[in-house]
């Protein structure tokens, strides 16, 4: 990731440490279906998260792209849980072009230049489409404040702060990863 390591590592941490947590939901009793699935492409999508933070590449690109049409192509299907899916295509989706456009950066800022068209990677101009940033930048900072609000209102929020009932882990989870994808997005 393009920026002090001191942000890409506790990036990296955030994204590991959510990515454990769906992980453990996925071990729970009752896990299955709409929930299962969710909780799968989550967990995929933070330990793609802490990895690209970490070790970006060409290869993220094309891993965020397979699960991008999968979930893309299950929300067209129909079937339930098609908003999260497509949520996650999105997400997914985003995370393909920030690997893209990390891996175009110029020379000597420790990353190879793959002469991706759109992205300048110049030193001092911004990476990828201003415009698609932009789009990525206010969607996930929407979806942060959305979360984040939720979390806040949810059951089990108590006046001396949030209680830990499954759904406020669930809550908390998506609120930073939200956060992380934003994050990620302000490098560009």
Sequence with gaps: ?????????????LAAGSAA???LRLRRPGCAGAHREADAAEAAMAVGMAGMAVLPGVVWGWFFTVMAGALV????????????RLHHGVGAL????????????????????????GVTGAAGA??????LTGALLLYFGGYSLWA???LLSGPGVTAGGAGVAE?????ACRVAMGIGMFAMLLTL
Excluded: F
């Excluded at 759904?167 to 809550?171: D, E, F, M």
């Design 73 to 84: 192509l299950g929300a067209l299907a129909g079937r339930a849980g098609r908003v999260h």
């Design 167 to 171: 759904g406020g882990t669930v809550r």
């Design 148 to 150: 984040g609000s939720r």
């Design 126 to 131: 911004p990476m990828g489409l201003p415009v």
């Design 21 to 23: 947590l769906c992980a």
């Design 1 to 13: 990731m393009h920026g002090p390591a001191v942000v890409t590592w506790m990036l990296a941490g």
């Design 94 to 117: 985003a995370m393909a072009y920030m690997a893209l456009a990390m891996a175009a950066a110029p020379a000597g800022s420790g990353h190879l230049h793959h002469g991706v068209p």
